[in-house]
């Protein structure tokens, strides 16, 4: 029998058609009749079925005794859980209990819809997640600039010119903004205009491009502002700038040393071509920028974004029709949240207790606080929900000692991996094929104001619970109400995905098989009215004029951030040739004398790593990666840290640090074989 079904590991929610036999999984492909897909899927949803019947899945709860983790009843685990909270509560205060909002909890949209009231009800402000080792800038400089952290994209079939900045759909599904069937949606953007791509790297993406301009790392802004200085001389449209944006004299002194020379000196961009880049913006009027953690991770982040934004503004294609169009959501409706405009700094308050200077974003706290939080006892119990923070976090070993100093670590997980037995209890929640869901969490990110709705493919293995129903029955059992209106004794998940699929633009249909709603293909001007309320678009927010007098150029070598085709982030599809390595350009491993598979190691400046270097083509000279999600020896977070902080965002720099690479010698100076 098949089935239909949406995948909700990425962004881009494919449609999936999943084939059963009984409740055995044995096919998983993309679903031909998806609006949204059209029979696109990759390698990462097709293994949903492998995953699902993997042997190391996390069947039963976990517990910490004697050091040991041993398996458990649901009981014994939750009361265990609950008296020990409830304890560090009385003794410590709730900011003692942290909440971490991992990968593997967003797209469970029963789980995620309950972490407000959650947070609520345990009264912490101890909130982490992904957002702070991911996409902070993105919030921020939005505030800045347009008083919401909106995030623009293409209005599909219009928009003419696509320019992806640090961001390669075509293997990650888009980072803040979807790409559904990317080689189609490549194609069209072609056919009818122009897509540029910036990155130092020759990108999947860059190869199906109109255009790739290889960028030194973390020098994009260089270009993005040449740009804007050139449209201010001739090409913006004063139309738009006079009715939507203030700063226009401040932002042109700003730009103004960015001549083409001076650009082309700082990116290594050639001068005519960038020549060629001003022209065809000139040429195509309104564009769309799309930026990723390329650029979200790196320590130009800010001044990235804000020349995105700017770039968008100046073109008069911001929340206009075949320019960029930022999504309210359809459950989230972020137009009728009815917040009004964020100062010029954001909406910031203090840090935690530890780490005043660690200011929130979005009410949260950035994760470079946690370990300082745990280490002077403010935090002394850490409600993972399903993240694999050994390997996320920055400074991977600086995380490690620290955590190990909490007295309670529960961990959600759906595999019985490294994250779950480093923890104090490992509580199995179902799998993406087990859930019943809605496409909740990356709501503003869908391509059009839409939702979809899956049923459970097959029923949980061993005795995985419904996250929902295992953070609820926590709170039960600490006297909290966690998920107010949601009785765990009579509902069902049915019952729970129902109440959600009442909250968006239409209401959707949970009751039997896959569907698809569109509520409205695309919404133009809310972004303008809510500029409209602070006096337009703010061009030039002081706080990053003061960081672009700030920012140090690139060094010789820098490792950047990339994505890998079968992995995502710590989970892996196995494959042969997606191997841990230190993956180096042919320019630099011949300049140093290295050939594949030697050792060298990667030296930074708070951590180095050393192992096998895999000569990678399409890396441009002076740009050397190790791919997030490894653990141990190849955790490439342990170059990070988190004493390399964004002044304004306190997010850890994770791509454009500047390394050294050195073939393995002994303690002779003689030359070394990998060691076996
Ligand atoms: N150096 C460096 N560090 C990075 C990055 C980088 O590029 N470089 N990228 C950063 C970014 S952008 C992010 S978002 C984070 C991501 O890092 P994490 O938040 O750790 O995300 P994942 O590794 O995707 O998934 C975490 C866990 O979810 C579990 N999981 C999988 N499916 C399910 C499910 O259906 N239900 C449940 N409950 N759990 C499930 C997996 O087993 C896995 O252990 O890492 C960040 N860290
Ligand atoms: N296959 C796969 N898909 C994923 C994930 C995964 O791990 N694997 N993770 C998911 C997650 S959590 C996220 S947040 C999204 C991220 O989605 P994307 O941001 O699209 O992720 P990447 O593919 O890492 O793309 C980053 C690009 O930035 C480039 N880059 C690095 N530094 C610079 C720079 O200074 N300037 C420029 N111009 N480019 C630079 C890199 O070469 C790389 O091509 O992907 C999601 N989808
Ligand atoms: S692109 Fe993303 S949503 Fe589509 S199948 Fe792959 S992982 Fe799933
Ligand atoms: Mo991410």
């Known amino acids: 029998m098949k089935r239909k079904s949406f995948c909700r590991i990425c962004t881009a929610l494919c449609g999936l058609e999943v084939e059963l036999d009984g409740d055995e999984v044995i096919r998983v492909n993309g679903d031909r009749d998806s609006p949204l897909s059209e029979g696109f899927s990759c390698f990462k949803g097709r293994y949903a079925g492998e995953l699902h019947h993997r042997d190391d899945r996390l069947l039963v709860p976990k517990m910490r005794k004697d050091g040991a983790m041993v398996e458990v009843s649901w009981d014994e685990a939750l009361d265990d859980l609950a008296a020990k909270l409830t304890r560090i509560i009385e003794e410590s205060g709730p900011d003692a209990v942290a909440l971490f909002q991992g990968g593997g909890s967003y797209m469970d949209s029963a789980a995620y819809a309950m972490v407000p009231d959650m947070r609520k009800a345990l009264g912490t402000k101890s909130h982490y997640s992904d957002m702070s080792i991911d996409v902070m800038s993105k919030g921020v400089v939005g505030e800045m600039v347009a008083g919401l952290g909106i995030m623009p994209r293409a209005d599909f079939g219009r928009t003419r010119m696509v320019i992806y900045v640090g961001t390669n759909p075509v293997i990650s599904g888009g980072h803040t903004s979807m790409l559904n069937n990317p080689a189609q949606r490549l194609r069209e953007f072609t056919d009818g205009g122009e897509v540029w791509v910036l990155d130092p790297r020759r990108t999947e993406t860059a190869m199906k491009a109109t255009r790739h301009l290889v960028t030194r790392p973390g020098t994009d802004y260089a270009v993005l502002a040449f740009l804007v200085r050139g449209l201010l001389e001739e090409g913006a449209d004063w139309d738009y700038l006079e009715a939507h944006a203030q700063d226009v004299d401040k932002l042109r002194g700003v730009v103004a040393p960015y001549t083409r020379e001076h ?389 850890a720099a994770a791509s454009n640090l500047s390394v050294e690479l050195t073939r393995l010698r002994n303690s002779q100076g003689a030359e070394a074989l990998a060691p076996a």
């Open 263 to 651: 650009a082309a000196r700082l990116s290594g961009v050639a001068a005519d071509q960038l020549d060629d880049f001003l022209a065809a913006v000139r040429r195509q009027g309104r564009l769309s920028v799309e930026s990723g953690t390329g650029i979200s991770l790196s320590p130009a982040a800010n001044l990235t974004h804000w020349m995105s934004l700017a770039l968008m503004i100046v073109t008069g294609s911001l929340d206009q029709e075949g320019g960029a169009w930022a999504n309210p959501g359809f459950f989230l409706k972020l137009e009728q949240m009815g917040l009004p405009p964020a100062p010029e700094e954001g909406w910031r308050t203090p840090g935690p207790a530890s780490r005043p200077d660690l200011r929130t974003v979005a009410g949260e706290y950035v994760c470079a606080a946690l370990p300082d939080e745990i280490e002077s006892g403010n935090v002394r119990a850490l409600i993972n929900l399903s993240g694999h923070i050994l390997t996320c976090m920055p400074d991977a070993g600086r995380f490690k000692s620290a955590l190990e100093k909490l007295e309670v670590l529960m961990t959600v997980e759906i595999l019985d991996n490294t994250i779950a037995n480093f923890s104090t209890h490992a509580l199995p929640a179902k799998d993406q094929l087990e859930r019943i869901d809605v496409s909740l969490a990356v709501d503003p990110s869908f391509s059009a104001v839409a939702a979809q709705f899956t049923p459970a493919m097959v029923p949980a293995r061993g005795e995985a619970r419904s996250y929902w129903w295992i953070l609820t029955e926590l709170g039960r059992r600490m006297g909290m109400d966690f998920n107010p209106g949601v009785d765990p004794d009579t509902m069902t998940d049915a019952d729970v995905v129902a109440r959600i699929g009442q909250g968006g633009r239409l209401p959707i249909d949970t009751s039997g098989e896959a569907n698809y709603t569109l509520a409205q293909d695309r919404i133009f001007g809310w972004v303008l009215e809510h500029a409209a309320k602070m006096g337009g678009f703010r061009l030039a927010p002081q706080p990053l004029v003061d960081q672009l007098a700030e920012l140090e150029p690139p060094s010789d070598l820098m490792l950047i951030s990339r994505r890998l085709l079968k992995q995502h982030n710590s989970r892996k599809v196995p494959d042969k040739k997606e191997i841990p390595a230190i993956y180096v350009s042919v320019e630099d491993a011949a300049e140093r004398g290295l050939i594949d598979g030697e050792t060298a190691t990667l030296r930074g400046q708070h951590g180095e790593i050393t192992g096998e270097v895999k000569i990678d083509p399409t890396l441009s000279r002076g740009v050397v990666n190790v791919p997030h999600g490894w653990e141990g020896q190849y955790n490439v977070n342990n170059l990070t840290s988190v004493h390399q902080l964004d002044p304004i965002t306190g997010m």
